[in-house]
């Protein structure tokens, strides 16, 4: 299980920039502090607000040199235009193969409608050295993180 003051599990993933290059988490450190904000699904009605207010913040986390990035079992396919529609300036890294959602312990299931093995919604914040310095996770997908809250832990993990 991934919690404050462990490394964070490094990855390989999709990215989706408009175009769909690879994301490996350790190479990016140089970016951090990186905010890792995993979300059920892209085009839902609270993902969909989610990533936007991320996108209304993201002049502050750029100010404290944070780099946001969304997480989803979407494809990368599916995020690009996500992250067109919505005019997403930040990234988003596809776990279509659940690699991400099992290694951060983040997996849930929409038992009542068949859907299995989607993300919960669940915020990283990883240092420069790899440590996870912030961590929260919602087990009700309606609900959405303090964003208060995650801009300070970006900004003391910067």
């Known amino acids: 299980m991934v919690e404050v003051g462990t490394e964070a599990p490094d990855f390989t993933a999709p990215l989706a920039n408009g175009d769909v290059e690879q ?4 190479e990016r450190l140089d970016e951090a502090p990186i905010v890792l904000a ?6 839902t009605k609270t993902c969909r607000h989610e990533m936007s207010v ?6 502050a986390f750029d100010g404290i040199g944070a ?5 989803s079992v979407d494809s990368p396919f599916a ?29 849930m299931d ?3 409608i068949g859907v299995e093995d989607v993300a919960k919604r669940a915020v990283f ?10 961590k929260w996770v919602s087990d009700d997908p309606g609900v959405e993180p ?5 801009e300070d832990a970006a900004r003391a993990a910067a």
Request: hydrophobic share 45%; net charge negative.
């Open 23 to 26: 994301f490996i988490l350790s």
């Open 38 to 43: 995993f979300f059920p699904g892209a085009f």
């Open 54 to 59: 991320f996108q209304e913040r993201l002049a």
């Open 67 to 71: 780099t946001v990035y969304g997480v």
């Open 79 to 107: 995020l690009n235009e996500f992250r067109e529609k919505l005019g997403l300036d930040f990234d988003l890294v596809s776990d279509a193969n659940d690699e991400l959602i099992d290694a951060y312990d983040v997996s």
């Open 110 to 112: 929409f038992a009542s």
């Open 125 to 134: 914040v990883i240092d420069g050295d790899g440590v996870v310095t912030y």
């Open 146 to 150: 303090d964003y208060d809250e995650i």
